[in-house]
Structure formats: structure tokens, C-alpha cells
């Protein structure tokens, strides 16, 4: 006998799906997707602030990446196992590989004046808001 679902349980499902996952530019044809981080974004009238929890990565292996109001972070963790003579791995439930998360901001970041800071596995973005410009109006001649 077949199960029935009623639609809107259904469709409340794909929508949670939905709206929860981040935008991610890489993957795809097959490829497994990267690793998420959690991540709190905050803002003030001068800038965005940005916190990330990325532990066991070294500050070498992140990239950040800003393009007008597109803040991109990607990191490696890498497998640095030590296993002594005559012992064995029983469960390994470390992550190891590459972590990613991309953001669209409601305003375009200054690059120049953005700064980053990586303390005890919390990597700090602070990304300046660019100055609005005004539109400028043309006479009529």
C-alpha cells in the first residue's frame, strides 16, 4: 500500500530546505558540495561584522574573498593524523577537507578597509560599508 503525505507537510519540508541552505558557487556535476561553518553576521551604520567558527584550521588555509556585496569564505582542514607504532584509529569523526560559505550583504563592502582577525577558532571579519553615492542629475539643455 502506497504512504500518503499531505502537500502542505510536503511542501513546508521543501521549503525549510529551501531558505536553510547557504549559497554555495562550487560543487555541482557530481561533486559533493563543501563542509558549512556557523556563521553570525551583525551590522552597525559604519559596518558589517562578521563572526565564523572555523576550528582546527590554521589562518594560512582560509580565504576571504569580497566582491561589492559578495563576502565569500572558504577554508581548508587538513588531515595531520599521528599514529604511533602499534595503534590503531577505532572511530574518527573529525572533519577533514574543504569548507565554504558565500553572502550577499545589503550593501557594498569597502575592501580596502576590511580587516580580519583569527583567535581560538573564530575568524572575525570587519567590513566597512561603502559611502552611498548620490545619483547624479543631468540638466537638460
Known amino acids: 500500500m502506497a504512504t500518503l503525505t ?4 510536503a511542501f513546508d519540508d521543501l521549503l525549510r530546505g529551501f531558505f536553510v541552505r547557504p549559497v554555495s558557487f562550487e560543487g555541482g556535476s557530481g561533486q559533493a558540495a563543501p563542509a558549512q561553518f556557523r556563521v553570525e553576521v551583525g551590522e552597525n551604520e559604519q559596518a558589517y561584522v562578521l563572526r565564523a567558527e572555523i576550528p582546527g584550521v590554521k589562518k594560512d588555509d582560509i580565504n576571504i574573498s569580497i566582491d561589492g556585496d559578495q563576502v565569500a569564505i572558504s577554508a581548508e582542514v587538513k588531515n595531520e593524523k599521528e599514529v604511533k607504532d602499534g595503534e590503531r584509529v ?14 550577499a550583504l545589503g550593501q557594498p563592502v569597502d ?10 577558532g ?8 561603502k559611502a552611498a553615492t548620490q545619483a547624479k542629475r543631468i540638466a537638460i539643455q
Request: no cysteine; charged share 35%; hydrophobic share 30%.
Open 122 to 129: 573564530i575568524l572575525e571579519l570587519t567590513l566597512p560599508k
Open 90 to 103: 577505532l572511530r574518527s569523526e573529525r572533519y577533514y577537507g574543504k569548507l565554504y560559505r558565500a553572502f
Open 6 to 9: 499531505r502537500f502542505d507537510e
Open 111 to 120: 575592501e580596502n578597509g576590511a580587516g580580519a582577525k583569527y583567535t581560538d
